[in-house]
């Protein structure tokens, strides 16, 4: 089996922290623990960091989300890569907003308040009539399953979370995708912890994930009806895409397109829609000249009939920057010529705006995996074995701390 390279998640050893866990990880719809400890922690030891004020672009990130609304792109979360080698990626500031306005050309940040979801990245985000709606992701302890929903067409950005949700929830999931129609969100696939009794759909368990959390691939769909605040999974029919991580939907008409993703050792270049009224499942060809499979793309309606396909990651861990358009009604996929093929990148966004262009924002152009089997150390161990250590940490010298501080607060690329 191929090595995942993956940044493993820090394990919070002692038994307080491990109920915690269960409880966030069936339960979390309920729970209203505040897990910003960890976060504040984060904003102390990223001493270099400029503030927000200063900054008139937005950081580097990848792993964010982006939503458009009227002629605007809002961007949120994600983290930033180490200043220094040997360092561990940050979270960005969970309340910052940035906004980019598709008509002048220029960015604009506004900080946000309320019920501030904890910083992540691999989230889903969609916006349904000037409200943005953030599922899941990976914050510093672990993955998520909470639903946060933020109006952008107010004066000031508030927060509010989704407490009083109905029915059987997700489990906590990364690297999902989405579809909205008709006044619902619906979710499938990602990469998260073991799926509940309930749940339909296949689970395939990652067996170089942490044993304590034990995480893996599915292709459930779940359903997030806006009018009732209820959760549902329907009954589909067909040949359901097999489970995957770091896919990407679209929604045409009343088809939820999914192209590629990461299953197992595999990075997939099938396609496939479901009729998102009729619940039936169909696969479309790809043509052998086609897309190579992929991960950590993008895939966006471009008009009516044509899905823009950009970037990613290969089987063979190769970032790409090659771009196609599929169109719907002929069922064939074209290579998209463009003047930024000296520009791969994976874990970016992409968005529509309301002239038929495609905004691409962020994204990392190197092998994140590579680049963390690189830092080869024994912060691992130490953390590791933390309840046993962590008295001692203040002995360390300064730079070691520092480093043990920020894996605290590490980003997960697993399933990717």
Request: proline letters at 5%.
């Amino acid at each position: 089996m191929e090595d995942d390279g993956d940044l493993q998640d820090v394990q919070d050893e002692d038994d307080d922290s491990e109920h915690e866990e269960l409880d966030f990880e069936w339960d979390a719809q309920d729970d209203a623990r505040d897990f910003d400890w960890v976060e504040e922690e984060e904003v102390v030891i990223d001493t270099d960091a400029p503030e927000p004020f200063a900054l008139d672009t937005p950081a580097e990130r990848s792993g964010h989300i982006a939503v458009v609304d009227r002629n605007c792109m809002y961007v949120w979360g994600g983290y930033k890569n180490a200043e220094e080698m040997g360092l561990f990626d940050l979270y960005l500031p969970k309340n910052e907003i940035w906004i980019y306005n598709m008509e002048t050309g220029r960015w604009r940040m506004q900080l946000s308040e309320g019920d501030l979801p904890a910083s992540m990245s691999g989230s889903c985000g969609v916006c349904v009539e000037g409200i943005l709606y953030l599922f899941g992701g990976h914050h510093a302890r672990g993955n998520t399953n909470l639903v946060y929903r933020l109006p952008l067409r107010m004066p000031v950005f508030s927060w509010e979370r989704m407490k009083d949700l109905k029915g059987l929830a997700p489990t906590c999931k990364d690297k999902l995708g989405c579809w909205v129609y008709k006044n619902r969100l619906m979710y499938f696939g990602g990469y998260g912890y073991v799926a509940q009794a309930g749940h339909r759909g296949t689970f395939e368990l990652d067996e170089h994930s942490l044993m304590v959390s034990r995480r893996g691939w599915n292709n459930h769909i779940h359903i997030l009806n806006l009018e009732t605040s209820t959760w549902s999974q329907p009954i589909t029919k067909g040949n359901a895409p097999t489970p995957r991580a770091a896919h990407a939907c679209a929604t045409v008409g009343n088809r939820g397109y999914v192209f590629g993703g990461r299953y197992m050792d595999h990075r997939l270049n099938d396609l496939y829609y479901i009729n998102l009224e009729t619940w039936e499942w169909n696969e479309m060809s790809v043509p052998q000249h086609g897309p190579v499979g992929r991960s950590w793309h993008s895939f966006i309606p471009a008009s009516p009939d044509h899905i823009f396909l950009f970037g990613g990651f290969t089987t063979n861990r190769e970032t790409l920057s090659d771009a196609w358009l599929y169109c719907v009604t002929t069922n064939e996929w074209k290579p998209f010529q463009h003047n930024h093929t000296e520009s791969p990148r994976l874990w970016h966004t992409a968005c529509s705006g309301p002239d038929g262009e495609v905004f691409v924002f962020g994204g990392c152009a190197n092998n994140l995996l590579s680049h963390q089997r690189a830092v080869s150390t024994t912060v691992p161990v130490v953390l590791q074995h933390r309840e046993q250590l962590e008295s001692m940490w203040d002995c360390l010298p300064k730079h070691l701390l520092h480093s043990l501080k920020q894996r605290i607060g590490t980003t997960n690329t697993g399933g990717s």
